[in-house]
């Protein structure tokens, strides 16, 4: 029998799927500037840890770095390629990572 130990279930549970707007790092519903600057600043200046890093991992590298910072100022202002599902509105992550989303309150009606 597994035990639930949070974010990550044991024994053969299924991770639970949190609702979340991919490039929304701040969740306050709108993809913009402070949404870059949050990633930076969480990877360089030691700015709070986003509750959904799968919303900052904007690219879906499965991964958070600077490159998402860049992909989503691409987006915003150079007309970039838009980010991966789920955009622009909520949804789950359908990309296999071990980034966690412990809570997205925008997309809590949704669901």
Not at 19 to 30: E, H, S, Y
Not at 101 to 109: I, N, R, Y
């Amino acid at each position: 029998m597994g035990v639930d130990i949070g974010a990550h279930e044991a024994g053969g549970c299924e991770r639970a799927k949190i609702m979340f707007a991919r490039g929304d790092v701040n969740a306050d519903g709108k993809r913009d500037v402070a949404d870059a600057v949050s990633v930076l600043q969480f990877l360089f200046s030691g700015g709070q840890t986003p509750l959904c890093l799968k919303a900052a991992d904007t690219n879906d590298s499965g991964r958070v770095n600077v490159a998402d910072a860049i992909y989503l100022l691409s987006f915003i202002f150079a007309h970039g390629a838009r980010p991966p599902a789920p955009f622009p509105g909520c949804g789950i992550d359908l990309t296999l990572d071990e980034l966690p989303c412990e809570s997205f309150l925008p997309c809590m009606a949704a669901e």
